[in-house]
């Protein structure tokens, strides 16, 4: 079975630049999240989805950051415009519908703005 | 509110020296908890989890941590380390509502 699947792996842009992230969840889950990880650290939530809502939004900067999962699958993160302290990686993960069950991780996706 | 600790973000042990990286987390609820292991330019990978039951709890890759509600500990450990256990480690909680807080991360170094 396939895990989470994030892509681009890599992306430089420049700033001002809009970007977007993509991320396709472990077929069956229907808790998705989006971290951020800052080098050194441990990750942040973005958001959080339960099927296509957004239950936590919280932590998600809603001037410059969005996101959306259409029909509850698949996820995209996007930034515009990005600034130089959004450079880091981004974290996409799953969860099966059981509540407190561990989540499952994609590779990220390594920020880079200059 | 949830929080996690972990205390020291590098530690360096030799190679078959015992791997002891120290959690601590606040919840008003009983939580779940869970140690991941990310090794570099990859994602999380869980290495083990406490939801209910035995408060010891084996891993993979000869890991293993205790639950211990009176000091609201998660302690990892493992024996003997291997220099394979080069890499970040993350504890995490997951209280109520499915939220799942990591803390700041323990960067393992393995001597030879």
């Known amino acids: 079975e396939a895990g989470v699947v994030q892509s681009p792996r890599y992306k430089i842009i420049e700033k001002k630049q809009p970007v977007a992230f993509w991320c396709n969840p472990i077929s069956g889950h229907n808790t998705l999240y989006w971290y951020r990880q800052n080098l050194g650290q441990g990750p942040e939530l973005l958001i959080r989805?339960?099927?296509?809502?957004?239950?936590?939004d919280s932590q998600l900067p809603k001037d410059r950051f969005s996101a959306e999962r259409l029909k509850g699958v698949d996820s995209t993160l996007k930034i515009q415009p990005a600034e130089l302290g959004d450079s880091a990686v981004y974290l996409c993960?799953?969860?099966?519908?059981?509540?407190?069950?561990?989540?499952?991780f994609g590779q990220g996706t390594r920020l880079t703005v200059v | 509110a949830q929080s996690v600790t972990q205390l020291g973000s590098h530690v360096s042990v030799s190679e078959g020296a015992l791997v002891l990286l120290r959690c601590n987390y606040s919840?008003?609820?009983?939580?779940?908890l869970f140690w991941y292991v990310q090794y570099p330019n990859q994602g999380l990978q869980l290495l083990l989890k406490y939801t209910t039951g035995a408060t010891l709890v084996k891993g993979i890759n000869g890991f293993e941590a205790e639950f211990k509600k009176s000091e609201t500990s998660f302690h990892l450990t493992k024996p003997s380390a291997h220099m394979s256990d080069a890499a970040e480690y993350f504890c995490a909680v997951i209280t109520a509502g499915n939220k799942l807080t990591f803390g700041g991360g323990t960067r393992v170094l393995v001597k030879p």
């Open positions: 993960a799953s969860s099966s519908e059981t509540v407190n069950t561990e989540a499952f």
């Open positions: 919840s008003s609820v009983p939580p779940y």
């Open positions: 989805y339960e099927n296509e809502e957004a239950v936590d």
